[in-house]
């Protein structure tokens, strides 16, 4: 039997979801009020009928698979927007590897860039190794597996939208009584999967202007 993807997630999907995208931001036990506004905002912008099951209350793998249903394509696709989670500050560190594995097996999802991508984990307690960046190679198969990800929900598409900024952060310097305390990159420079990043909010875009009909100026 060919597993197809909801044209439309349910309440129940939808909180489970980000509940589970939660429990992956939390996994570094550091989470922001700036990340505590977002996700309240994420939520009513999703619409979900009753927020304060989602607010700030992780998920267990167990619940995460039921509230998400038997589809294995809406199980593979919310492991995609998890990894997206993950490493979206450019570091994938084992707490993060350790929930996403346990996900993956309460969903009955085996998916070979997950194997990859542990090859490129590092403790962000560990200076040395957080500096460093995976080989290009480890991480071809996770960009490609991540660019599979199709857009069919407009809440997931508007939840991308808000996630994934609209352009690479500039570069800058802090400075102090005139002299340069640290020199910070542009977040296309820490993530090596921000193209993926920008290719998903792409098809995010495409899909509420030409499939729904929205006005997408807002996001641009």
Same mark, same amino acid.
Do not use: H, I, K, M
């Given at each position: 039997m060919v597993s197809i993807a909801p044209a439309h997630y349910t309440d129940v999907q939808i909180a489970a979801w980000l509940r589970g995208l939660l429990t992956i931001a939390w996994a570094d036990g550091d989470f922001t009020e700036t990340e505590q506004s977002l996700i309240a905002n994420l939520t009513q912008e999703m619409g979900c009928s009753d927020p304060d099951t989602v607010l700030f209350k992780t998920i267990s793998a167990a %619940? !995460? /698979?039921e509230g998400l249903g038997q589809s294995k394509i809406t199980a593979e696709n919310f492991l995609r927007t998890a990894v997206l989670v993950a490493i979206a500050d450019g570091l994938y560190s084992p707490p993060e590897a350790e929930i996403l594995k346990d996900f993956s097996v309460a969903l009955g999802i085996k998916v070979k860039a997950l194997e990859s991508l542990e090859h490129t984990l590092c403790d962000p307690q560990d200076t +040395?190794?957080? &500096?460093e960046h995976p080989h290009p190679d480890l991480l071809h198969p996770v960009k490609d597996w991540l660019d599979g990800m199709a857009i069919h929900d407009p809440r997931l598409a508007r939840f991308i939208c808000h996630l994934v900024p609209p352009q690479c952060p500039f570069e800058r310097d802090i400075t102090l009584f005139g002299r340069k305390l640290v020199h910070i990159p542009p977040l296309c420079k820490l993530n090596p999967l921000y193209e993926q990043l920008v290719g998903l909010r792409f098809r995010a !875009? #495409?899909? !509420? /202007? %030409? %499939?729904? &009909? +929205?006005?997408? #100026?807002a996001y641009i």
């Open positions: %619940d !995460l /698979a +040395e190794t957080a &500096q !875009l #495409s899909y !509420l /202007a %030409d %499939d729904c &009909q +929205e006005d997408v #100026s």
